[in-house]
């Protein structure tokens, strides 16, 4: 995210200040907050938790009022995938019928791994006719016997 940022200051009267203070107030309830100076501008979308901190001091004879407000903006989650719990396993697939593109887990063996198109598991994984052909095959006993 860019950083940008606008800065004001001036000298007024206090009725003056008071309205830009009204205006600050209203454009935070309103949910956007822009500065504009010319073509500058900043605009501030107001996050639901606001922080802030008012100080008063009399120091040598001047008086100060400091109104610091910050917050963060919401971070944008992923929705979330569609998922059941349930204590039901569901009904297996009729032979011969495609498997549902609302229900991914069926495509895929117990580990997670995508199964290749053909793929049989063979005790839990699959197996390697499923998987390579006869070249694949001899590139990885030829890899197998340079390691030795």
């Known amino acids: ?14 009725a003056s200040l008071a309205r830009i203070l009204t205006d600050i107030a209203g454009s935070i ?15 501030l979308k107001p996050g639901p938790n606001m922080a802030f901190e008012l100080e008063a001091a009399v120091k040598k004879g001047k008086q100060k009022l400091t ?12 929705p979330e995938a569609a998922f ?12 011969g019928a495609e ?18 198109e053909g793929g049989e598991l063979a005790g839990g994984a699959l197996a390697q006719d499923a998987c390579c052909g006869e070249e694949e095959k001899k590139e990885k006993r030829d890899k197998k016997g340079k390691k030795k």
């Open 67 to 78: 109104l610091e407000v910050k917050w963060e903006l919401p971070r944008e989650t992923a």
């Open 1 to 14: 995210m860019s950083s940008t940022s606008l800065t004001l200051t001036g000298t007024t009267d206090p």
């Open 29 to 43: 309830a309103a949910g956007t907050v822009c500065l504009q100076r010319g073509a500058e501008f900043v605009t």
């Open 99 to 116: 498997h549902s593109l609302e229900d991914p887990v069926q495509d895929q063996p117990a580990d997670g791994a995508p199964q290749p």
């Open 84 to 95: 059941t719990i349930s204590a039901q396993e569901p009904a297996a697939p009729a032979p």
